[in-house]
């Protein structure tokens, strides 16, 4: 497992993060020595940046009917910081000739090796009237290194942050950092003016700028602002040393623009550079630094684009036909590339040939996806959803595969079996997928599963079959949890994107539910005056999910999400069907659900979730809203984390759950505490619903049912993030109080949780 550890590195902070990426060889960090007795007023940059904010340019594109241009991208990722004792490692034994493509960083001859790179040229199409319509095509792609799939490409590419100079908050990480342009950056930087300085043929002031306190997420660089009409010629941005951001040592970003008037601005060249590192944050250690470069040409504008320009195609950077050789890319290409750059593709093609690559990069993608490949067919796994523990199964073993020949598959099937060694039960589950139109993801599914599951976990629940609950599947939990239901389900679905990141979805679902330890949990009920101790029903639900922003790195028939500030809107209509496959009961059920994630400036992020809902008819404790309480020890997203299950059930419900992250602004101030750089976060989370008495009396078992009805049951506490050592830091604990309803049985008033954050 030692073997080719620093490859590990890089592939799983590619595989994982985000790359907004970075350039430290352009500028040193500037010592700007500026009175702290001089007022604002009298520092010349403010009458400079005070013209800027007068004459705030809009970005270009949006100023004509229609528009287009080229966009030639490459990304580098290399290993930095390889040191001669490292490069000796018997590790390297079979494989030393690939340091005879690294570069020498510095005098101590650590070397920097690159390992993947790509390019792609695509061609960008846009209008603004009559409606609004964006397209963006692949021309070209040519890809070299540890992984030749769009997976990892994507991962960079996606993930980018877009960001415009003149927004007082830029987002780097879904961080927000307040940007040197910003109307009140004058509260969060010093500046200074240190003369003119021409660039691309424009007179420009040359203002540099530095943070008020560097132990905050701040940057420094030099702003160019042209004198004639006080736009942003060009602007360096780079991290402080001491920049508190998981897995990050540093990061630059340079913008060029033209600007054609006085109003508009057009984007000429970007180019960003990241440090990151698992080894901690000095300047030498072993780290990945990824590189962006894209460069902006050929605009045309107003030249009455047709509506069949915009006709969707979605394409794939593993498609055949954009795969060029090297003609065209000596004749496309908007820059030359450097030594190391070229490198790469030379490097890969002889480091392919050797079997102990391979084995490592087969070790790292069991690890980082939790499935063994076998035959570039099947995948076995989850191999993390192996062992799990339950009241009613005691311990739980839990196999399964899927068809996997490649990201991209347009079909898939699963399948899973369980087994319980305390209830001596076989559970399985079995899904097959099929999409049959790439551009707008129209899809069918049929699947059946026979498990014990944790019903009362989740509001706005899931409808797939291979999705189990940690609730009904951890380790650790607190206290006993009893209040399991054994469920039998086959289900069919059907989906379509009809617009960019809105989904349709028809799901229709026989299933029959009973409790899974009826000595304890009972979910009997009455109907015509007979008792029944199993449910049957059949239903349809119709979902209407928004995602606006959201960004994906596959298009197959299973998409990955990156991690963005992408908000999430669902509407969920269920209408039971009374009578279909010996269904109960006929009912209506509406539910609502709302997250949004908001960048507050410099002073953190504000997670929103709202969920609300209504069943229009009266229904058994097997069919209601449950409140969801988390009875584990682990951080469980729109929960609560001090409720039991079904500790409140309602026919109509209102949830609210807020979430601020401050990244340490608060804990910086505190001398020694801010050294260990960790973050606070606040919340506040609450609910009200009600019950019908009809429902309530349809309840046959021995549960007093009730709804936060007379007044909102709510809860509150703080956390402390960024737990760890050296720069990774993914440990949260979160410390929870009960703000009411203590009189109910078993009411905790105090509770800890804990989990892993992945991210910045």
Not at 630 to 656: G, H, I, K, R
Request: glycine share 6%.
């Amino acid at each position: 497992m030692k073997y080719f550890r620093i490859i590990f590195l890089l592939l799983i902070l590619t595989s994982v993060f985000a790359f907004s990426q970075v350039r430290e060889t352009n500028i040193d960090e500037v010592q700007i020595k500026v009175s702290k007795k001089t007022k604002k007023k009298d520092n010349p940059a403010y009458a400079i940046l005070q013209e800027v904010w007068k004459r705030k340019k809009s970005n270009g594109l949006s100023q004509f009917h229609d528009y287009q241009y080229e966009e030639y991208e490459k990304i580098e990722l290399d290993l930095a910081n390889l040191d001669s004792t490292f490069t000796r490692k018997k590790i390297f034994n079979k494989v030393g000739f690939i340091f005879k493509y690294a570069d020498t960083l510095d005098q101590a001859n650590h070397l920097s090796l690159p390992v993947y790179f790509n390019e792609t040229l695509y061609k960008n199409y846009g209008r603004n009237e009559p409606d609004r319509k964006e397209k963006r095509e692949i021309l070209a792609n040519k890809t070299s290194g540890l992984s030749s799939s769009d997976a990892m490409a994507n991962t960079a590419k996606n993930l980018y942050k877009e960001i415009d100079i003149y927004d007082n908050v830029l987002n780097f990480f879904n961080i927000g950092f307040t940007s040197p342009i910003a109307t009140d950056g004058f509260s969060a930087y010093d500046y200074q003016l240190l003369g003119e300085e021409s660039i691309n043929g424009n007179d420009c002031y040359r203002i540099t700028y530095s943070p008020k306190r560097k132990d905050v997420l701040s940057m420094y660089g030099v702003l160019y602002i042209s004198k004639e009409n006080y736009a942003v010629v060009k602007a360096t941005l780079k991290s402080t040393k001491s920049i508190n951001v998981n897995f990050v040592n540093s990061f630059y970003y340079d913008l060029e623009f033209d600007n054609p008037n006085d109003a508009v601005f057009l984007p000429k060249k970007k180019y960003q550079e990241i440090q990151m590192s698992v080894f901690g944050k000095k300047e030498n250690s072993k780290s990945i630094t990824a590189k962006k470069t894209v460069i902006f040409s050929d605009y045309l504008f107003d030249q009455k684009l047709s509506d069949t320009v915009f006709e969707t195609k979605v394409t794939s950077l593993t498609d055949a036909e954009y795969i060029k050789d090297e003609a065209y890319w000596k004749e496309n290409r908007k820059e030359e590339l450097s030594k190391s750059e070229a490198n790469v593709y030379v490097m890969m093609d002889e480091l392919q040939e050797v079997p102990q690559f391979k084995k490592a990069v087969k070790i790292y993608e069991v690890v980082s996806s939790g499935y063994y490949n076998a035959f570039k067919a099947i995948d076995f796994g989850d191999l993390y959803s192996v062992i799990g523990f339950n009241e009613v199964e005691g311990f739980r073993l839990r196999v399964g595969a899927r068809t996997y020949f490649s990201a991209n598959d347009t079909w898939r099937a699963a399948f899973y079996t369980a087994y319980g060694f305390k209830d001596h039960q076989l559970k399985y589950g079995l899904e097959f997928r099929k999409m049959f139109n790439r551009d707008n993801r129209f899809t069918l599914g049929i699947g059946t599963r026979r498990d014990i599951l944790q019903l009362g976990a989740q509001l706005t629940g899931d409808e797939g079959i291979m999705t189990r609950s940690f609730a009904s599947s951890g380790v650790l939990s607190s206290g006993t949890n009893f209040y399991l239901s054994s469920v039998n389900q086959v289900s069919a679905f059907a989906a379509i994107d009809p617009f960019k990141n809105f989904t349709v979805r028809l799901d229709a679902t026989n299933q029959t539910t009973k409790s899974a330890l009826p000595e304890k949990f009972s979910l009997d009920f009455y109907k015509n005056n007979q008792r029944y101790s199993e449910l049957n029903d059949s239903k349809l639900v119709l979902s209407l999910t928004a995602r606006p922003g959201a960004v994906f790195s596959q298009y197959g028939v299973d998409r990955y999400e990156h991690s963005t500030l992408a908000p999430t809107v669902m509407l969920k209509y269920t209408q039971g069907l009374e009578g279909v496959f010996g269904s109960d009961f006929n009912y209506s059920k509406l539910q609502l659900y709302y997250y949004q994630p908001i960048l507050l400036k410099s002073f953190g992020r504000l997670m929103l979730n709202v969920e609300a809902g209504k069943n229009f008819n009266k229904l058994p404790l097997a069919l209601q809203n449950i409140i969801p309480g988390n009875q584990s020890y682990n951080l469980m997203p729109n929960t609560f984390a001090l409720l039991n299950y079904y500790e409140f059930v309602a026919d109509q419900y209102v949830t609210f759950q807020a979430e601020h992250h401050f990244n340490g602004k608060i804990l910086s101030y505190i001398p020694l505490i801010k050294k260990l750089k960790l973050r606070e976060v606040a919340f506040y989370r609450t609910a009200m619903g009600s019950l019908m008495e009809r429902s309530a009396l349809m309840n046959a078992g021995n549960q007093n049912l009730s709804a936060p009805e007379k007044k909102p049951y709510y809860e509150y506490g703080f956390g402390i993030e960024n737990i760890g050592f050296g720069n990774v830091r993914i440990l949260r604990v979160d410390f929870n109080w009960r703000g009411n309803y203590l009189e109910n049985p078993n009411a905790k008033k105090f509770g800890i949780k804990f989990g892993l954050q992945f991210y910045f």
